[in-house]
């Protein structure tokens, strides 16, 4: 068996494909599409939980999903040019809400 080197594999930390996953979508023109997230660095990244419950327990129990293998997922987002998946992820950040901008302070 020919060893991979870490070049060459994208997430050489992954000892194996995460299976079967339950994917978070939102509603598009054309259907559902996958949700892009983004990590705490800032960098996009793919969303995936090992279970239903877990998902309901970051997103909310509102949050429409899809099962789609691991290699699958990839393949979806990667001509995206998203590269990165989280498997399982135990945080996320509300959506920025509406922003009011403060009123001018003139010197006098």
Same mark, same amino acid.
């Given at each position: 068996m020919?060893?991979?080197r870490y070049d060459e594999d994208p997430e050489p930390s992954d000892p194996?494909? *995460?299976?079967p996953l339950y994917v978070p979508v939102r509603p598009g023109p054309?259907?559902? #599409? #996958?949700r892009i997230f983004r990590t705490p660095l800032g960098d996009r990244t793919a969303v995936g939980f090992t279970s239903a419950? =877990?998902?309901a327990a970051t997103l909310? *129990?509102?949050q429409a999903w899809i =099962?789609? #293998?691991?290699p699958a997922l990839r393949a979806l987002t990667a001509p995206l040019g998203v590269t990165v998946l989280t498997v399982d992820p135990q945080f996320t950040a509300p959506a920025p809400g509406p922003v009011s901008v403060p009123a001018p302070?003139? *010197?006098?």
């Open positions: 020919t060893e991979l194996f494909p *995460a299976g054309f259907g559902y #599409a #996958a419950h =877990r998902l909310g *129990a509102g =099962r789609l #293998a691991e302070v003139f *010197a006098t």
